[in-house]
């Protein structure tokens, strides 16, 4: 490995913005610890291309048990250039305490195995009816779905630190 540092992508897909504002935090994380990454933030609608970079992050907001489409379509236009990557992804839609639904998105599993992503994790989400269409709040309001922002900063620095150190060892990035 040369000394330059590793640049990590976080590309996320997100309708209403909590999902960007994970992906953000997670890009200032890994930029901040003392691994010495670059990490970039972009919205996985603007395509950005993995091949740049040495590791990737992508997540998505799950919508009635699914991820985004944009985010999925990412992950199946980029496979082939994913699977040489260190690469982690991250859902985020679980809402109230306990969180609910408490099961995975169906995408994780094929997500995972398309991408040879070396891990996952779910973070809760922020339900806030100001920013729903008038459909979503008519489905909010049907599942009595609880309202607020149970997003779990600490759960994300730790994840976030966690595939910082991955990224410090020798034998992290795949060439
Ligand atoms: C209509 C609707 C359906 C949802 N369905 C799910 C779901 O199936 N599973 C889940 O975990 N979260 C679900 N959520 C919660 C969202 O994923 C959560 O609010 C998330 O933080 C939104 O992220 P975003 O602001 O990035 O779009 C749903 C929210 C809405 C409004």
Same mark, same amino acid.
């Given at each position: 490995?040369?000394?330059?540092? !590793?640049?990590?992508?976080?590309?996320?897909?997100? %309708?209403?913005? +909590?999902?960007?504002?994970?992906?953000?935090?997670?890009?200032?994380?890994?930029?901040?610890?003392?691994?010495?990454?670059? =990490?970039?933030?972009? &919205?996985?609608?603007?395509?950005?291309? &993995?091949? =740049?970079?040495?590791?990737?992050? !992508?997540?998505?907001?799950?919508?009635?048990? %699914? #991820?985004?489409?944009?985010?999925?379509?990412? +992950?199946?236009?980029?496979?082939?250039?994913?699977?040489?990557? =260190? $690469? #982690?992804?991250?859902?985020?839609?679980?809402?109230?305490?306990?969180?609910?639904?408490?099961?995975? &998105?169906?995408?994780?599993?094929?997500?995972?195995?398309?991408?040879? +992503?070396?891990?996952?994790?779910?973070?809760?989400?922020?339900?806030?009816?100001?920013?729903?269409?008038?459909?979503?709040?008519?489905?909010?309001?049907?599942?009595?779905?609880? !309202?607020?922002?149970?997003?779990? #900063?600490?759960?994300?620095?730790? #994840?976030?630190?966690?595939?910082?150190?991955?990224?410090?060892?020798? =034998?992290? $990035?795949?060439?």
């Amino acid at each position: 490995m040369s000394g330059a540092p !590793l640049r990590v992508l976080v590309t996320v897909g997100s %309708r209403h913005g +909590a999902t960007a504002e994970i992906g953000a935090e997670i890009a200032r994380r890994l930029a901040g610890n003392a691994a010495g990454l670059v =990490a970039v933030p972009v &919205p996985v609608t603007q395509r950005p291309d &993995p091949a =740049a970079f040495d590791a990737v992050v !992508l997540g998505s907001a799950v919508y009635a048990g %699914r #991820w985004l489409e944009a985010a999925r379509e990412y +992950a199946a236009a980029h496979a082939p250039v994913l699977r040489t990557k =260190a $690469v #982690w992804l991250f859902s985020s839609g679980p809402i109230g305490e306990p969180p609910f639904p408490p099961d995975l &998105p169906h995408d994780v599993d094929p997500l995972t195995a398309l991408t040879g +992503a070396r891990g996952h994790a779910t973070f809760p989400g922020r339900l806030d009816k100001a920013h729903l269409t008038l459909g979503e709040r008519a489905m909010v309001t049907a599942m009595r779905a609880p !309202l607020g922002d149970f997003r779990d #900063w600490p759960a994300v620095h730790a #994840w976030a630190d966690g595939i910082a150190a991955e990224l410090a060892s020798p =034998a992290a $990035v795949r060439t």
